[in-house]
């Protein structure tokens, strides 16, 4: 490397921190006049501000009518039970075999 390519490398460096210098003054003046970060941070990212309303259950009710009309069956299949035959020993022998 020449002489000039070092120089330039130099003055990169030093305006780099020269800007970074700025920054952080200009930052520290902007933050003093009233611009700040939001000073309504929530407590717990878990906790949320807005307070639920309680849910009142009334047990005088009792639906009686339901309309199931509009329905549509789709698992004919629900519920059932399907055994298998083979149990771990078989399971463990096929290993064994295939293991050689």
């Given at each position: 490397m020449n002489?000039?390519?070092i120089i330039f490398i130099l003055i990169l460096v030093i305006l780099n921190i020269f800007s970074f210098v700025l920054g952080c003054l200009v930052g520290k003046l902007l933050l003093v006049n009233g611009v700040s970060m939001i000073s309504n941070k929530p407590k717990s990212f878990f906790q949320s501000e807005q307070k639920s309303e309680k849910?009142?259950?009334?047990e005088k009710i009792h639906i009686t009518n339901i309309?199931?009309?509009?329905m549509v069956k789709k698992y004919d299949s629900l519920g059932e039970v399907k055994t298998s035959e083979e149990n771990i020993n078989n399971s463990?022998?096929?290993?064994k075999k295939m293991k050689g």
């Open positions: 002489s000039i390519h849910v009142n259950i009334d309309k199931t009309d509009g463990i022998e096929k290993l």
